[in-house]
């Protein structure tokens, strides 16, 4: 059964792609005015993005370090929706709260370990 537009509020097709597009760039923009932790993880891959051009490494280990560095972005702004949610919640302390941003923030620790490890490993091969 077809649906129609007005069940969906960003549209079809291409109208959907371009409206989703701005709310993803309103999601980082509002991360980087709002979460100093995403500024530095950001900087620091601009720094490092183009390092990767002057490492001896093949192809794939260069896709390596690339992806590893973005996904600690991508897992910060994830982290940083569960802190704006629970926030949104209430800000008064309870366990579950806390439970969900430390996780959040392991989630951000393993991923930056895991990167520090795949850039050690295609440094030193």
């Known amino acids: 059964m077809p649906t129609s537009t007005a069940s969906k509020p960003n549209g079809k097709g291409v109208i959907r792609i371009f409206r989703a597009s701005i709310n993803a760039f309103s999601g980082v923009k509002a991360c980087w005015i709002n979460e100093s932790a995403f500024r530095q993880e950001v900087i620091l891959c601009l720094v490092l993005y183009p390092v990767i051009f002057f490492i001896d490494a093949t192809?794939?280990?260069?896709?390596?370090?690339?992806?590893?560095?973005?996904?600690?972005?991508?897992?910060?702004?994830?982290?940083?929706?569960?802190?704006?949610?629970?926030?949104?919640?209430?800000?008064?302390?309870?366990?579950?709260?806390?439970?969900?941003?430390?996780?959040?923030?392991?989630?951000?620790?393993?991923?930056?370990l895991m990167t520090v490890s795949v850039w050690l490993c295609v440094i030193f091969n």
Do not use: P, Q, W
């Open 59 to 112: 192809y794939s280990e260069k896709a390596l370090l690339f992806l590893s560095l973005t996904l600690v972005a991508i897992v910060e702004l994830i982290n940083s929706a569960i802190e704006c949610a629970v926030d949104r919640i209430g800000t008064e302390h309870h366990e579950l709260s806390g439970r969900a941003k430390d996780m959040g923030a392991a989630a951000v620790m393993l991923t930056i």
